[in-house]
């Protein structure tokens, strides 16, 4: 088998997946309480930046100090899901061997496209959130990156997006993407600085983020190999869709995450 390794980002103590691929990674733990897991704060690290790019400081740490062949990002509350149908979800998780046939063919694993049936990836984002680090990263792009520009805006114009930043790359691309995107990251965060937003919006890194991992795909031709991603717990499908409804139709922003 391959040597794989994914990062399960979590901030509290929770069931993981027992395959040997997978590794616990407590984030934002700078000043809190040890869970047992591996801490994001050792080592070359962002921790204390964990309020604001959120399951990023555990890829930060991933990115400076994990060796393996592959590394990965998934949450404690998403996983991949594997070939198995089981009642426990836990049991449904991709296995590393599983992975280690997808990499035959593909140097990336992502998980399939969350669809937005009735607005784009911008709108969504700018119904549901405040649109200015959205935009401000388009401008980042242009200024640092130009070469990336029209593919960033092509996708704010499409309905579909590789969402909750889960993939699984070949360390060479897994370096390649990590160092684009937090360079653009810590030069938005610079421009916000003096920004006023709640604790919840103040996430925009993590946010924005999501919508770049497509915009470094699609500039770079990269191929790769999709699985179904699973929730470990159940989603509240009402809250969900009338909080959308609401930041859709009345401009109510998300106050939580669903």
Not at 86 to 96: A, S
Not at 134 to 162: C, N, T, V, W
Request: proline content about 4%; glycine content about 6%; some cysteine.
């Amino acid at each position: 088998m391959k040597d794989i390794k994914v990062i399960v980002a979590t901030h509290k103590k929770y069931q993981m997946p027992t395959d040997p691929m997978y590794v616990p990674v407590q984030v934002g733990s700078e000043g809190k309480e040890d869970l047992g897991y591996q801490r994001d704060n050792e080592g070359e690290n962002i921790s204390q930046l964990n309020s604001a790019f959120c399951e990023l400081t555990g890829l930060y740490w991933a990115w400076k100090n994990l060796d393996a062949e592959y590394i990965g990002l998934a949450h404690y509350r998403r996983h991949f899901k594997g070939k198995q149908q089981e009642k426990d979800p836990f049991k449904e998780v991709l296995t590393q061997a599983e992975a280690s046939v997808l990499f035959d063919k593909t140097d990336i694993i992502l998980t399939k496209k969350r669809k937005y049936y009735i607005e784009t990836i911008h709108d969504h984002y700018a119904h549901t959130m405040y649109p200015e680090p959205l935009d401000e990263a388009g401008k980042i792009l242009e200024e640092k990156y130009p070469e990336y520009k029209p593919y960033f805006d092509k996708h704010m114009q499409e309905r579909s997006q590789h969402a909750f930043n889960m993939f699984i790359m070949k360390k060479d691309k897994f370096d390649e993407y990590c160092t684009w995107l937090f360079d653009i990251l810590f030069e938005l965060t610079k421009r916000f600085e003096d920004a006023n937003y709640s604790s919840f919006h103040a996430r925009y890194p993590g946010r924005v983020s999501e919508r770049l991992l497509d915009v470094w795909l699609m500039k770079n031709g990269y191929s790769y190999e999709e699985v179904p991603f699973i929730y470990m717990e159940k989603v509240n499908m009402w809250k969900k869709g009338t909080g959308f409804l609401k930041a859709k139709f009345f401009h109510k922003k998300y106050g939580e995450s669903f």
